[in-house]
């Protein structure tokens, strides 16, 4: 079992930035994806970027490239999310997620673990 916990959101104005972590307790998640997804109020859950085991690739959705950064620590079980340039539109909840290799980094319904989600709010 891995237990992820999401840390580091809050209220930005826009253009703002922020860092968020999710912190991995359990077993060590050093062999794990761990991808980052948002909700927004009324949407479905949405792809926003991910991480390989190693933190040699990384995937983006297209909405956020060039302004979301996503990195890792095994040592200190923690995946870091910096998010800058931030837009209204990027309001949401943003979950961390984890699971084994081999699945679709960009598809919520294959990871195994989630954490509670932190709130990020970008005003206008």
């Known amino acids: 079992q891995v237990q992820l916990v999401e840390s580091g959101g809050g209220l930005v104005q826009a253009g703002g930035s922020l860092r968020l972590s999710c912190a991995a307790s359990?077993?060590?998640?050093?062999?794990?994806?761990v991808g980052w997804f948002r909700q927004a109020p009324g949407k479905e859950r949405e792809f926003v970027a991910a991480i390989s085991w190693s933190g040699g690739v990384t995937y983006y959705a297209n909405s956020v490239k060039g302004r979301f950064t996503i990195s890792r620590d095994n040592a200190k079980n923690t995946v870091y999310f910096q998010v800058n340039g931030l837009k209204p539109e990027d309001t949401a909840v943003y979950y961390c997620?984890?699971?084994?290799?081999?699945?679709?980094?960009?598809?919520?319904?294959?990871?195994?673990?989630w954490g509670q989600g932190t709130q990020v709010t970008v005003s206008s």
């Open positions: 359990g077993r060590t998640f050093s062999g794990y994806v």
């Open positions: 997620a984890a699971n084994r290799p081999g699945m679709s980094p960009r598809r919520a319904d294959e990871y195994a673990y």
